[in-house]
């Protein structure tokens, strides 16, 4: 796929998503299915990136994204369950896919079989999420969803590794599985926590919101690159990164959190849609590619269809047998939404490219087009099957959990709190001054601030006006007031007293007023 493909695809992927937003339908099967249709017009040129494209260039800045947003506390409240899908099921999904495979297509021979099941080992959770936004799924099943995706991609990429080695003779950077693990996993987490840490001193010190973004923008390109130069976990990499500054995002200025939303919900969007609509046009590549390989059209369904089914039942299989053993305190609805969300995306379709052309000897690898075109079909069928039907399951069991609402509403609530109270203590100590601006004017302006944060938009909007002449002392006080408050609600986050997730929703408000505020300053000045 040429430069100018690689744009059409884009552009075409975005418009579909935009009409099926507008008309309400789910975005990411309609941009499958019509990319799927246009794959097999007469004459269409062959779509396909190069493996090292896809995880370099469209992985990183997904991952990344997700890291920012998750909540690190809710991801450490869940870690349990985090890892059990995002290590032990890649693990179970790949072992139960290669037995199923061989047992169908013994020509495969067993290492193809395992290479197969590694490449459809990791669920992704970008169409789980988008889908389940939509239809209401409660925070705690979209953290660990999100936190899934963000561990297995890691893992699968690992046995990947570990079985294509043992089928095509390749050798590793370490031979051994646990140490190749540990070292990928331990070089991947310090590179990507050390980038982040000198990203977040150097950040503030550029004292412009423009080049603070950008300088955040290359975060996750040059994390993966770092650590898969040293033969670690890119993956790792990007989300210890992700984590590391969206944990420390209250510390920006707040035009550099405003900008970086932006800029991340677009790239979101625009990569999300594009790799839609890539696993699409793999449709006529599937059936040409799968020709070559002895088996007639019947046998492909049969193999195609037997994968499918153990890739679906091996998911629900692993989560409610987790389930039971661990007791978790989770709602038998969480569970089978959990267990029917496992569509696979972006990880699936680099892996399955980047099953090597010929062996160590030279000559080609087995069945390379069969594991290609089998591990293609279940993905884009399992985007098809289960993501059409899971805003019906979530319907129809209607999932929530009012135990997490109370929880949430009493985080609110904390928050007004704790901002009502920094507030009042940096209005006492001016009222106490009377330095530069009148008692009356610090009265108003405490009044104004006890609106913040409630439903009551823009309260900042127009207060100059009202303070006498003294727009530059009060906005100096609205600007202490604010940085007391943000301190103070940072400071409940980091006791424990406040989840991040109401955190991030707390501080962005304080941004949209401060940058009215801002705003009515220029405007007075």
Same mark, same amino acid.
């Given at each position: ?60 800045p997904l991952l990344y994204s997700a890291a920012l947003e998750l909540s690190f506390v809710s991801f450490r ?5 985090? $890892? *059990?899908? !995002? +290590? #032990?099921?890649?693990?179970?999904? %790949? @072992? =139960? /896919? ?5 047992? &169908? ?79 990928? $996993? *331990?070089? !991947? +987490? #310090?590179?990507?926590?050390?980038? %982040? @840490? =000198? /990203? ?5 010190? &550029? ?73 699409g046009l793999q449709v006529r590549l599937i059936l040409h590619d799968a020709t070559g390989e002895g088996l007639?059209? %019947?046998?492909? /369904? ?5 994968? &499918? ?217």
């Open positions: 796929m040429n430069g100018v493909g690689f744009l059409m695809v884009v552009v075409g992927a975005v418009a579909v998503t935009a009409v099926a937003n507008r008309r309400g339908w789910p975005g990411p099967l309609v941009v499958v299915a019509v990319a799927a249709a246009v794959s097999l017009l007469p004459g269409l040129p062959r779509m396909e990136l190069p493996p090292q494209l896809i995880l370099a260039v469209v992985l990183p409240r869940d870690l349990l369950p985090i $890892a *059990s899908l !995002g +290590v #032990g099921l890649v693990v179970f999904s %790949a @072992v =139960v /896919v290669g037995c199923v495979a061989f047992t &169908l297509a013994p020509a495969l021979t067993l290492g193809g079989a395992f290479v197969l099941g590694a490449v459809l080992g990791p669920s992704d959770a970008v169409a789980a999420v988008a889908l389940g936004r939509r239809a209401g799924l409660p925070s705690r099943v979209i953290t660990i969803l999100t936190g899934e995706s963000l561990v297995n991609d890691a893992v699968a990429l690992v046995a990947f590794q570990l079985a294509v080695s043992a089928y095509a003779g390749y050798r590793l950077f370490v031979e051994q599985p646990i140490l190749l693990a540990a070292y990928s $996993a *331990s070089v !991947g +987490v #310090g590179i990507g926590l050390a980038m %982040a @840490v =000198v /990203v977040h001193w150097i950040r503030p010190r &550029l004292h412009d919101p423009a080049l603070e973004t950008v300088f955040g923008a290359v975060v996750p390109f040059v994390a993966y690159l770092a650590a898969d130069d040293l033969h670690a976990s890119g993956v790792l990499a990007v989300v210890a990164a992700g984590f590391w500054i969206g944990h420390h995002s209250a510390d920006a200025a707040f035009a550099t959190r405003l900008q970086s939303r932006q800029v991340w919900r677009t790239v979101d969007l625009i990569l999300e849609a594009f790799v839609f609509a890539y696993m007639g059209p %019947a046998g492909l /369904v049969i193999i195609i269809a037997a994968v &499918l089914l153990a890739v679906v039942l091996a998911r629900p299989a692993w989560i409610v047998t987790m389930w039971m053993i661990t007791r978790r305190r989770l709602q038998w609805r969480a569970v089978a939404v959990l267990s029917w969300s496992g569509m696979r995306g972006v990880v699936t379709l680099a892996a399955a490219a980047a099953v090597p052309a010929v062996t160590v000897t030279g000559a080609p690898t087995p069945n390379r087009n069969l594991i290609q075109a089998v591990a293609l079909s279940v993905a884009v069928l399992t985007i098809l099957l289960q993501g059409a039907t899971l805003p019906m399951l979530v319907r129809v069991l209607r999932l929530s959990d009012a135990a997490e609402r109370r929880r949430a509403d009493a985080d609110v609530v904390h928050a007004l709190r704790v901002a009502r109270r920094a507030a009042h203590e940096v209005t006492a100590r001016a009222a106490a001054s009377g330095d530069d601006i009148e008692a009356t004017a610090v009265a108003l302006i405490e009044r104004r601030m006890a609106h913040v944060l409630t439903a009551t938009p823009h309260c900042l909007a127009g207060l100059y006006g009202t303070v006498g002449g003294a727009e530059q002392p009060a906005h100096e006080l609205v600007q202490q007031i604010l940085a007391n408050q943000r301190r103070a609600l940072i400071r409940e986050r980091d006791r424990g007293r406040l989840d991040d997730e109401v955190l991030r929703a707390v501080l962005q408000q304080l941004d949209y007023e401060e940058a009215a505020a801002s705003t009515d300053l220029r405007t007075r000045l």
